[in-house]
């Protein structure tokens, strides 16, 4: 059974961090382009940054750029979120996705295949 697990979610105050990761289980994620969206209460579901399957190429969110940085680790199928002087609009349930192997990365969340069940993260002003 393929599944994405999130970690790292919890309640910050404005201007800390937190480190989101995602454990891919159940086959290799190391060739797949990987996603981080969030979905705040009442609002849709957003693209925030995204990672190409070797790591060479990353894109974020406007509203997360500068702020926040993807990275990944093949050997442990696993891809980070690290996120930096956050504000209270970014609390949200955040959620990684997979696309399939040699996709590229997209924006678009109904281009990925394999999703995980969110963690939450709340930031306090």
């Known amino acids: 059974q393929v599944q994405l697990v999130e970690s790292g979610g919890g309640l910050v105050q404005a201007g800390g961090s937190l480190r989101l990761s995602c454990v891919g289980y159940?086959?290799?994620?190391?060739?797949?382009?990987m996603g981080w969206f969030r979905q705040a209460p009442g609002k849709e579901r957003e693209f925030v940054a995204a990672?190409?399957?070797?790591?060479?190429?990353?894109y974020y969110a406007d509203s997360v750029k500068g702020r926040f940085t993807i990275s990944r680790d093949n050997d442990k199928n696993t891809v980070y979120l690290q996120m930096d002087r956050l504000k209270p609009e970014d609390t949200a349930d955040y959620s990684c996705a997979a696309r399939t192997e040699n996709a590229p990365l997209t924006t678009l969340p109904n281009e990925y295949n394999y999703w995980g069940q969110g963690t939450p993260v709340t930031v306090s002003s």
């Open positions: 990672i190409s399957w070797n790591g060479f190429s990353t």
């Open positions: 159940g086959r290799p994620f190391s060739l797949a382009a």
